[in-house]
């Protein structure tokens, strides 16, 4: 009988990518199988643990220390029992949850085991399994299977991790969308559009004899090609504001010595973080910490002040001021009074290109301040008695312009980049697609422009893993996964 061809693809990409152990078992029918893995899936310290065991003997080698015998069990059932060692002691009382292939998330027939969070009783039942037939899974080797067996594609499988890592709502939404497959689908229309337009051009290839036929509209075509580097250009786009996302968003607090930026930070920190004193010049340095406001994650640096000074360490200061200037977003200037129209013009100038709030501190000692706003918006507050600080922290909010993204109401998942592997793939399909317009306004034939088509397909395909991906890609992927998933 010969071996299923899908096991053994399945086996030797394990094998390409260093996944393959040294153990392998045999399935009931008697056919070589992919080696069945055992992990702990839950983070060290909790009441409860989940043992996560895949592969075609997962049943068989969970059977072997359990209770039960589960390997005639229904798929999605759950079963009470006992762990125990081969000598008959038990090791816990457990549950045990039953998954069959391929509805499971590996694909594989699949077990987890929920006991006692003792690192001892988990560690013993990983020996159990391991004496049975199954070996300790390698970080991320859960998810590759289930790419490998098709119940993910290749952003789909990268999101898992960057869900696992969120660490606020934006970042958790980001990477929500692309777990439902919301870059898939994007992806999967232009690919449509794209593998339309290339059969059309192979079709003209088909009939050369017949110059005097053109199934391509070269207009159509130029204008196509047009509208899809638009939709991609939009998406490589988008890949700083997932970073944004991803890290913080980059806010600036600058202005003269002593107008209150540190005690702002603290404010806004809700900490005593940075320094606070009434001598000059007292931050020499960046300071950086993060605050989440309204789901998103808001990277606040502290400067050291904006001044003319001949002390050398704190002229290293208002360099990485400037820097810091560079790096942010969104500058917030601070003074503790109200600026001139040449001192707006000024800090304008030198916050070119990015959202600069302009606040007035320390309202609570002036004998009277307008609040009416000058040339620009201005914000009014007390850092030191908390006077604007809610208000400034909307403003702040405002500034990021990521009202519309985090908003359920509109009913679209979020399309942004976040993944640098990603963000590369896309800028080599876009200087592809510029090749593609070249060659179409140049006047080339339908031969040149099909092969700059064919590379644009083959360049976006790698984010979706739709074609055959270097192994190196994949092991590269999977390896910064945490072992359980």
Known sequence: MESNPTRRHHDSVLTAAGLAGPQSVEDLSGQPAVDTICAVATAPGGALGIVRVSGSQALAAVSAIFSKDLR?????????????EPAGDIVDEVVVSIMRAPHSYTGDDSAEITCHGSAYILSRILTLLCDNGCRTALPGEYTMRAYLNGKLDLSQAEAVADVIAASNAATHRVAMSQLRGGISTELGQLREQLLRLTSLLELELDFSDHEDLVFADRTELLDLARQIDSRVSRLAHSFETGQALK??????????????????????????????????????????????????????????????????????????????????????WLTDQRPTPLEISEMQELCEGKEMIVVQNKVDTASDYDRQPWTCPMYFISAK???????LEEAIFAAAHLSSFLSESSGEEPLIISNARHYEVLLRAQSHLAAVMSSIQAGLSGDLIAEDLRAVLNTLAEITGTQITPQETLSNIFSHFCVGK
């Open 385 to 391: 008695h908390d006077i604007g600080i809610a208000a």
């Open 72 to 84: 005639q069990e229904t798929a999605r059932t759950l079963h009470h029992g006992f762990i125990r």
């Open 247 to 332: 890290h913080g968003i980059p806010v600036a607090i600058v202005g003269q010595t002593n107008v209150g930026k540190s005690t702002l930070l603290n404010r806004l920190l809700h900490d005593d973080r940075a320094i606070v004193s009434a001598v000059h010049g007292t931050t020499r340095d960046t300071i950086e910490d993060v605050v989440n406001l309204h789901g998103v994650a808001f990277r606040f640096i502290d400067t050291a002040g904006l001044r003319d000074t001949s002390d050398v360490v704190e002229q290293i200061g208002i360099q990485r001021t400037h820097q810091a200037i560079e790096r942010a977003r969104i500058v917030v």
